[in-house]
Nanobody, 126 residues
Framework: QVQLAESGGGLVQAGGSLRLSCTASGLMTSVYTMLWYRQFPGKEPQFVAGITWDDDSIQYSELVKGRFTIFRDNAKNTVYLQMNSLKPEDTAVYYC???????????????????WGQGTQVTVSS
């Protein structure tokens, strides 16, 4: 059974940093494209960042580019999202996802993915 377990969310002041972790069980992150999405209340999840299994493609939403960094540690079967210079508008539930697809241009437009985590709340106070 595949599970993606996010952690690291919490409450932080504007300008602060958080690092989210997503640890996979039942699949090897080294052969999946790993992604982060976020969801605002009443909205569909939106793409935040993604990294292909071969690290050949790393992409970010324009809203987070330059502030967030996605990276993986395959030895720990974990993908991370380092979030710096956080803003109140970054407040959302953040989800980790995994998919076999390599085409990032396609993945960033869909929420139909192979696996999702349960989400972790990030709250940025002003």
């Amino acid at each position: 059974q595949v599970q993606l377990a996010e952690s690291g969310g919490g409450l932080v002041q504007a300008g602060g940093s958080l690092r989210l972790s997503c640890t996979a069980s039942g699949l090897m992150t080294s052969v999946y494209t790993m992604l982060w999405y976020r969801q605002f209340p009443g909205k569909e999840p939106q793409f935040v960042a993604g990294i292909t299994w071969d690290d050949d493609s790393i992409q970010y939403s324009e809203l987070v580019k330059g502030r967030f960094t996605i990276f993986r540690d395959n030895a720990k079967n974990t993908v991370y999202l380092q979030m710096n210079s956080l803003k109140p508008e970054d407040t959302a539930v953040y989800y980790c996802a995994a998919d076999k697809e390599l085409r990032m241009w396609y993945l960033r437009k869909t929420t139909v993915l192979d696996y999702w985590g349960q989400g972790t709340q990030v709250t940025v106070s002003s």
